[in-house]
């Protein structure tokens, strides 16, 4: 059940839910947990690892599913997190399906592009998170070209980041550095707007070429670290 891609409904009380990974060490820092894809997302980004999230499908999968999920995994799971495609684009299945995985006893956990400062804000205010994984895609001027769409949603981001910290909540920020953000006007820029947001540490991903980390990217974030002495500030992954 759940694994893969879309099936078809088979109930009337369905979530947006594109796909399932039953079992991760690394979506959520030292916890053991399973994550959640929702199906659609506003972004392009030109890095996208789960472009099969990106388009806005009928919802497929009963909430029976994740119910029969969740009661199967009981003591061995600790955390669910919601990942996409983009949860913040689902409020209402987001809420139903965070409710469920608490009153069986997990921790709830995101991953988000922050697109929706308004709705994270009233999620972090009705839900206990354990952690959230956020994307602080480029700095300003370059997160048209980040995401792949016309509008700036840098604003937003850094709007739903200030209410991670504001509200107390455990978050990671972290940034997929591509081939056409390894510039270092670029990259100086974007550790700017990290610092102006008041982030004391951020994650730099490599993009993947192929499946493994793009070698030359990797090569010049290092170099780019090593000269700014940014080691402190910058981890890699
Ligand atoms: S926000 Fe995430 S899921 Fe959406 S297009 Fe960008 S990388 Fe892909």
Known sequence: MLYGTNRAAAGAAVVPIGGVTPFSTLDCPGRISAVFYFQGCPFRCPYCHNAEFQPVNPPAYPMSDFTDFLRERKGFLETIVFSGGEPLLFPEALDELTGLVLHNGFEAALHTSGFRPGVLKNYAADFPLKWVGIDLKAAPEDYPAATGIEGNYFEKTA???????????????RTTIFPALLEREKLESLVESARNLGINQTVWQVYSLGGRPDPRVKA????????????PFIQVR
């Open 159 to 173: 709007e739903s980041i200030r209410i991670l910290k504001d509200a107390g909540i455990p978050f990671e920020v």
């Open 220 to 231: 010049g974030i290092i170099e780019f670290i090593r000269d700014g002495k940014l080691e």
